[in-house]
């Protein structure tokens, strides 16, 4: 994934933060490895949500910035394990605290679609 450079052009640091972790599964791909160092597997159950390229793609990006380790064992089959940097480490407090926001807000940001209504049909 492309990122902005901002060590060339300053910017707003809350602009720089968000270009890490934007986009949809980003931030719940890292608030799950806070605890601890898990499987593509393993991710991916806890996030029924999400597709096997999503995740791969996302995993990438986050490697690629430096905020997730990959680690690969050569064994066979091989066996891949992700953990959080030292740089995504430092992120807990940001995850934690979006995590505490959406817990106290969770109703009013209900991801359910809204209730169907219908509409009776006019007797001829």
């Not at 492309?2 to 599964?25: H, M, Q, Y």
């Not at 499987?39 to 390229?53: C, N, V, Y």
């Not at 480490?89 to 940001?94: D, I, N, T, Y």
């Given at each position: 994934?492309?990122?902005?450079?901002?060590?060339?052009?300053?910017?707003?640091?809350?602009?720089a933060t968000l270009d890490l972790?934007?986009?949809?599964?980003?931030?719940?791909?890292?608030?799950?490895?806070?605890?601890?160092?898990?499987?593509?597997?393993?991710?991916?159950?806890?996030?029924?949500?999400?597709?096997?390229?999503?995740?791969?793609?996302?995993?990438?990006a986050l490697e690629e910035d430096r905020l997730v380790i990959r680690?690969?064992?050569?064994?066979?089959?091989?066996?891949?394990?992700?953990?959080?940097?030292?740089?995504?480490?430092?992120?807990?407090?940001?995850?934690?605290?979006?995590?505490?926001?959406?817990?106290?807000?969770?109703?009013?940001?209900?991801?359910?679609?809204?209730?169907?209504?219908?509409?009776?049909?006019?007797?001829?």
């Amino acid at each position: 994934m492309k990122r902005r450079n901002f060590a060339r052009r300053p910017g707003c640091s809350v602009e720089a933060t968000l270009d890490l972790i934007d986009g949809k599964w980003k931030g719940v791909i890292l608030y799950h490895l806070q605890s601890g160092t898990q499987r593509f597997g393993e991710l991916r159950r806890r996030m029924p949500g999400i597709t096997q390229r999503m995740l791969t793609k996302q995993l990438r990006a986050l490697e690629e910035d430096r905020l997730v380790i990959r680690k690969v064992y050569a064994e066979v089959p091989p066996r891949v394990e992700y953990c959080l940097s030292e740089l995504g480490e430092s992120l807990r407090p940001v995850i934690d605290i979006l995590k505490a926001w959406g817990e106290s807000h969770q109703e009013r940001l209900s991801c359910a679609p809204p209730p169907v209504v219908v509409k009776k049909k006019r007797a001829a």
